[in-house]
């Protein structure tokens, strides 16, 4: 279909889309869904969720922590903040991985609620200020909460997917905080996607949130301008994981040979998989090992 008669048809389609994704929100923005919740523990692991009103989102939030059930006075531990994907929330880390172990070891496992936002703040939506939320927020909720690290050096983050496009970014944007940060199917090429009549509601939910095409907003939060500006000597140790069957694999490659020609500390492990628990179950244990080498954690 082309001409006039295809422009219109594109248009109209632009506008059903607009108005379906305006209608969802406004219908169902902050509604609840009924998740089926079974966290995996380890022996010697406390879970606790917590609830607080967020300035930064204008709502009631919840994120999740797995700590050491015996902690010993006057000890602070490292922390290490979980972003999920799209389609998940604060459960997704301990219900679908095996991670309260690593709380076992000694450290304190934070899983937030993101959403489907994109862990920035986004440009269309002053109630969504997940950039803030995260690292300002949240970070300030936990540190009084818990008995957590405050300096950089007791600080990782690290995400799956969308998560990992935000964990990179937001190390990248604010090294002061982050002493590792891991991208596991990173989708770091988020800001760079243009509209797609094929999933249009997802390209105006990205464009609410980055703003148009070739836009500040969207250099302002694209991890491959960012790469180019940030002082690899002051960076987060960076690691990538991807399936090689993933679609992401190519982008997460590219972004490898960026920081490699950039002199980042970073570290990349691609092994056969796609894009889905299984094949991340397998990158994890290789993620928390090498966050346990960079900020000599004492894991198992």
Request: aromatic fraction near 10%; hydrophobic fraction near 40%; glycine fraction near 8%.
């Amino acid at each position: 279909m082309g001409g006039l008669q295809g422009k219109k048809w594109r248009d109209g389609l632009f506008a059903a889309s607009l108005l379906c994704l305006l209608l969802v929100q406004v219908s169902c923005r902050r509604e609840t869904i009924a998740v089926k919740d079974n966290p995996r523990l380890a022996d010697g692991v406390v879970l606790q969720d917590v609830t607080y009103q967020s300035a930064a989102l204008q709502r009631t939030v919840t994120y999740r922590v797995y700590l050491p059930k015996n902690l010993k006075s006057g000890v602070k531990l490292p922390v290490v903040y979980l972003l999920h994907g799209a389609g998940d929330d604060f459960r997704a880390w301990s219900n679908k991985a095996d991670v309260a172990k690593y709380a076992a070891a000694g450290m304190i496992l934070v899983m937030p609620d993101g959403d489907n936002a994109y862990y920035i703040n986004s440009a269309g939506d002053a109630r969504e200020r997940y950039e803030d939320f995260v690292v300002e927020e949240l970070r300030r909720d936990v540190e009084g909460r818990f008995p957590a690290m405050q300096a950089r050096e007791g600080r990782a983050i690290a995400g799956i997917s969308r998560g990992g496009y935000g964990a990179i970014t937001l190390a990248l944007k604010h090294p002061e905080l982050y002493a590792f940060a891991a991208g596991i199917s990173a989708a770091l090429d988020i800001p760079e996607r243009r509209f797609s009549y094929r999933r249009p509601l997802q390209s105006l939910t990205e464009r609410k949130n980055f703003g148009p095409a070739g836009s500040a907003t969207r250099k302002e939060n694209d991890p491959f301008v960012l790469v180019r500006s940030a002082n690899p000597a002051s960076a987060a140790y960076m690691m990538l994981t991807c399936g090689e069957q993933d679609s992401l694999i190519g982008v997460n490659r590219l972004f490898a040979e960026r920081l490699k020609q950039k002199h980042y500390q970073y570290a990349v492990h691609m092994t056969p998989g796609g894009h889905d628990w299984s094949q991340w179950d397998e990158q994890i244990p290789i993620v928390f090992a090498q966050l346990n080498e960079q900020m000599k954690v004492k894991t198992k």
